[in-house]
Protein backbone atom coordinates (compact mmCIF):
# COMPACT_ATOMS: atom_id res chain seq x y z
CA UNK A 1 0.00 0.00 0.00
CA UNK A 2 2.75 2.31 0.87
CA UNK A 3 4.44 1.79 -2.50
CA UNK A 4 1.19 2.41 -4.13
CA UNK A 5 0.93 5.79 -2.21
CA UNK A 6 4.24 6.88 -2.83
CA UNK A 7 3.58 6.02 -6.64
CA UNK A 8 0.74 8.44 -6.73
CA UNK A 9 2.72 11.12 -5.21
CA UNK A 10 5.25 10.65 -8.03
CA UNK A 11 2.79 10.91 -10.85
CA UNK A 12 0.94 13.71 -9.63
CA UNK A 13 3.96 16.00 -8.94
CA UNK A 14 4.74 15.06 -12.18
CA UNK A 15 1.46 16.54 -13.46
CA UNK A 16 2.16 19.33 -10.93
CA UNK A 17 5.24 20.34 -12.82
CA UNK A 18 3.66 19.52 -16.14
CA UNK A 19 0.97 22.07 -15.52
CA UNK A 20 3.55 24.82 -13.97
CA UNK A 21 5.13 24.64 -17.08
CA UNK A 22 2.34 24.88 -20.07
CA UNK A 23 1.31 27.86 -17.36
CA UNK A 24 4.24 30.04 -17.49
CA UNK A 25 6.21 29.13 -20.60
CA UNK A 26 7.04 32.59 -21.23
CA UNK A 27 9.13 33.22 -18.03
CA UNK A 28 10.65 29.26 -18.47
CA UNK A 29 11.95 30.16 -21.89
CA UNK A 30 14.13 32.88 -20.39
CA UNK A 31 15.44 31.07 -17.26
CA UNK A 32 18.69 29.30 -19.03
CA UNK A 33 19.69 27.35 -15.97
CA UNK A 34 16.43 25.51 -16.12
CA UNK A 35 16.82 24.94 -19.98
CA UNK A 36 20.50 23.48 -19.39
CA UNK A 37 18.64 21.39 -16.52
CA UNK A 38 15.56 19.92 -18.53
CA UNK A 39 17.22 19.99 -21.97
CA UNK A 40 21.27 19.21 -21.11
CA UNK A 41 21.81 17.75 -24.65
CA UNK A 42 20.44 21.06 -26.18
CA UNK A 43 21.33 23.02 -23.62
CA UNK A 44 25.19 23.50 -22.03
CA UNK A 45 24.99 23.28 -18.24
CA UNK A 46 25.27 26.25 -16.04
CA UNK A 47 23.52 29.42 -16.57
CA UNK A 48 23.44 30.86 -20.50
CA UNK A 49 23.38 34.51 -19.73
CA UNK A 50 21.75 35.60 -23.31
CA UNK A 51 19.33 32.68 -23.85
CA UNK A 52 18.14 34.08 -27.64
CA UNK A 53 21.35 34.62 -28.60
CA UNK A 54 22.73 31.33 -27.44
CA UNK A 55 19.56 29.76 -29.45
CA UNK A 56 20.41 31.29 -32.56
CA UNK A 57 24.25 30.67 -32.59
CA UNK A 58 23.28 27.07 -31.52
CA UNK A 59 20.26 26.68 -34.54
CA UNK A 60 22.59 27.94 -36.82
CA UNK A 61 25.59 25.62 -35.87
CA UNK A 62 22.49 22.87 -36.65
CA UNK A 63 21.56 23.98 -40.01
CA UNK A 64 24.83 24.36 -41.20
CA UNK A 65 25.87 21.11 -40.59
CA UNK A 66 22.79 19.72 -41.94
CA UNK A 67 23.66 22.06 -45.15
CA UNK A 68 27.04 20.22 -45.22
CA UNK A 69 25.46 16.72 -45.01
CA UNK A 70 22.93 17.48 -47.99
CA UNK A 71 25.85 18.81 -50.04
CA UNK A 72 28.12 16.03 -49.46
CA UNK A 73 24.90 13.68 -50.26
CA UNK A 74 24.16 15.17 -53.13
CA UNK A 75 27.80 15.40 -54.35
CA UNK A 76 28.07 12.08 -54.08
CA UNK A 77 25.02 11.20 -56.06
CA UNK A 78 25.79 13.47 -58.90
CA UNK A 79 29.23 11.76 -58.70
CA UNK A 80 27.98 8.51 -58.95
CA UNK A 81 25.03 9.64 -61.74
CA UNK A 82 28.36 10.97 -63.79
CA UNK A 83 30.26 7.71 -63.62
CA UNK A 84 27.33 5.47 -64.30
CA UNK A 85 27.08 7.87 -67.56
CA UNK A 86 30.12 7.30 -68.06
CA UNK A 87 30.35 3.27 -68.14
CA UNK A 88 27.06 3.61 -70.58
CA UNK A 89 29.16 5.27 -73.23
CA UNK A 90 32.46 3.64 -72.84
CA UNK A 91 30.85 0.17 -73.44
CA UNK A 92 29.06 2.08 -76.28
CA UNK A 93 32.28 2.73 -77.64
CA UNK A 94 33.95 -0.75 -76.35
CA UNK A 95 31.53 -2.21 -78.82
CA UNK A 96 31.73 0.09 -81.31
CA UNK A 97 35.41 -0.66 -81.91
CA UNK A 98 36.20 -2.01 -85.27
CA UNK A 99 39.45 -3.48 -83.82
CA UNK A 100 41.28 -5.06 -81.11
CA UNK A 101 43.91 -2.26 -80.96
CA UNK A 102 41.11 -0.17 -81.03
CA UNK A 103 38.86 -1.55 -78.21
CA UNK A 104 42.08 -0.94 -75.93
CA UNK A 105 42.59 2.32 -76.68
CA UNK A 106 39.11 3.18 -76.04
CA UNK A 107 38.98 1.85 -72.46
CA UNK A 108 42.79 3.18 -71.68
CA UNK A 109 41.99 6.34 -72.62
CA UNK A 110 38.12 6.80 -70.64
CA UNK A 111 40.00 7.94 -68.16
CA UNK A 112 38.13 11.46 -68.25
CA UNK A 113 34.23 9.75 -68.91
CA UNK A 114 34.99 8.59 -65.23
CA UNK A 115 35.57 11.27 -63.64
CA UNK A 116 39.42 10.24 -63.33
CA UNK A 117 42.84 11.71 -64.08
CA UNK A 118 44.13 8.23 -65.55
CA UNK A 119 43.61 4.49 -67.25
CA UNK A 120 45.12 2.08 -67.01
CA UNK A 121 44.76 -1.69 -68.40
CA UNK A 122 47.51 -3.53 -66.21
CA UNK A 123 48.35 -7.17 -66.95
CA UNK A 124 51.02 -9.47 -65.04
CA UNK A 125 54.06 -9.86 -66.56
CA UNK A 126 58.01 -9.55 -66.60
CA UNK A 127 59.07 -6.64 -66.81
CA UNK A 128 57.14 -3.08 -65.50
CA UNK A 129 57.22 -1.13 -69.46
CA UNK A 130 54.23 0.86 -70.04
CA UNK A 131 52.71 0.79 -73.61
CA UNK A 132 51.85 2.86 -75.71
CA UNK A 133 48.57 2.31 -75.35
CA UNK A 134 48.34 2.26 -71.77
CA UNK A 135 48.64 -1.57 -71.32
CA UNK A 136 51.08 -2.19 -68.35
CA UNK A 137 53.59 -4.88 -67.56
CA UNK A 138 52.60 -5.39 -63.61
CA UNK A 139 55.00 -7.74 -61.64
CA UNK A 140 53.34 -10.97 -60.87
CA UNK A 141 51.51 -11.25 -57.86
CA UNK A 142 50.30 -7.82 -57.91
CA UNK A 143 46.73 -8.27 -58.60
CA UNK A 144 46.25 -10.77 -56.02
CA UNK A 145 48.28 -8.40 -53.70
CA UNK A 146 46.02 -5.48 -54.70
CA UNK A 147 42.34 -7.65 -54.76
CA UNK A 148 43.35 -10.68 -52.09
CA UNK A 149 42.74 -14.09 -54.48
CA UNK A 150 39.13 -13.93 -54.67
CA UNK A 151 38.51 -10.06 -54.65
CA UNK A 152 36.87 -8.87 -57.80
CA UNK A 153 37.44 -5.09 -57.20
CA UNK A 154 38.65 -2.64 -54.35
CA UNK A 155 38.61 0.99 -54.08
CA UNK A 156 42.05 2.38 -52.84
CA UNK A 157 43.49 5.30 -51.05
CA UNK A 158 46.96 4.48 -52.58
CA UNK A 159 49.62 2.51 -54.63
CA UNK A 160 48.93 4.36 -57.35
CA UNK A 161 52.44 4.56 -58.57
CA UNK A 162 52.76 0.40 -58.62
CA UNK A 163 49.92 0.22 -60.75
CA UNK A 164 49.92 3.38 -63.23
CA UNK A 165 53.52 4.15 -63.52
CA UNK A 166 54.48 7.93 -62.43
CA UNK A 167 51.17 8.94 -63.69
CA UNK A 168 49.66 7.82 -60.49
CA UNK A 169 51.51 8.41 -57.66
CA UNK A 170 49.60 11.60 -56.81
CA UNK A 171 46.74 9.87 -57.13
CA UNK A 172 44.24 9.70 -53.56
CA UNK A 173 41.47 7.44 -54.86
CA UNK A 174 41.99 4.48 -57.52
CA UNK A 175 39.63 2.00 -58.51
CA UNK A 176 40.95 -0.87 -59.69
CA UNK A 177 39.01 -3.86 -60.93
CA UNK A 178 39.75 -7.59 -61.88
CA UNK A 179 39.51 -8.76 -65.35
CA UNK A 180 38.45 -12.70 -65.77
CA UNK A 181 39.59 -12.94 -69.46
CA UNK A 182 40.68 -16.33 -70.02
CA UNK A 183 41.76 -19.64 -68.01
CA UNK A 184 45.03 -19.34 -68.86
CA UNK A 185 45.76 -15.70 -69.69
CA UNK A 186 47.91 -13.34 -66.67
CA UNK A 187 46.11 -11.60 -64.39
CA UNK A 188 44.74 -8.61 -65.64
CA UNK A 189 43.41 -5.31 -63.69
CA UNK A 190 41.65 -2.59 -64.77
CA UNK A 191 42.62 0.72 -62.87
CA UNK A 192 41.20 4.24 -62.65
CA UNK A 193 43.10 6.89 -61.18
CA UNK A 194 41.97 10.37 -59.84
CA UNK A 195 43.96 13.25 -58.01
CA UNK A 196 40.61 14.46 -55.65
CA UNK A 197 39.70 12.32 -52.79
CA UNK A 198 36.84 9.72 -52.60
CA UNK A 199 36.10 10.42 -56.25
CA UNK A 200 35.19 6.72 -56.42
CA UNK A 201 33.48 5.90 -53.10
CA UNK A 202 29.65 4.98 -53.16
CA UNK A 203 27.61 1.72 -53.80
CA UNK A 204 26.35 3.18 -57.04
CA UNK A 205 29.72 3.70 -58.38
CA UNK A 206 31.43 1.02 -57.33
CA UNK A 207 27.99 -1.06 -58.94
CA UNK A 208 28.73 0.99 -62.16
CA UNK A 209 32.56 0.36 -62.52
CA UNK A 210 32.32 -3.46 -61.96
CA UNK A 211 29.61 -3.63 -64.89
CA UNK A 212 31.81 -1.77 -66.73
CA UNK A 213 35.04 -4.49 -65.97
CA UNK A 214 32.51 -7.23 -66.65
CA UNK A 215 31.64 -5.51 -69.85
CA UNK A 216 35.13 -5.15 -71.08
CA UNK A 217 36.59 -8.65 -70.22
CA UNK A 218 33.86 -9.69 -72.39
CA UNK A 219 34.97 -7.88 -75.19
CA UNK A 220 38.41 -8.73 -75.03
CA UNK A 221 37.63 -12.56 -74.84
CA UNK A 222 35.72 -11.82 -78.18
CA UNK A 223 38.75 -10.03 -80.07
CA UNK A 224 41.21 -12.65 -78.80
CA UNK A 225 38.43 -15.54 -79.53
CA UNK A 226 38.56 -17.09 -76.19
CA UNK A 227 36.01 -19.26 -74.55
CA UNK A 228 33.49 -18.19 -71.98
CA UNK A 229 34.45 -18.41 -68.58
Same mark, same amino acid.
Given at each position: ???? /?????????? /????????????? @????????????? /?????? +?????????????????????? /???????????????????????????? =??????????????????? %?????????? +?????????????????????????????????????? @?? =????????????? @???????????????????????????????????????? %??? =????????
Amino acid at each position: MERA /EARDSAIAAA /EAVKTYIKMNRAR @LAQDGELLALLLP /ERFDSG +EVRDLQRYVIERLSAENASLRA /ERDALMATRATAARLGDGARRVILDLID =ARSFEEAIACVTGAASAFG %ADCAALCVEG +EGVADNAQGVRLIPPGTVNAVLGADGTGAILSGGGRIL @LG =AHGGDCKSLAAFR @LRIGRDTPAAIYVLGAHMEGRFEGEDAVADLSFFARALER %AIR =AWLDLPRI
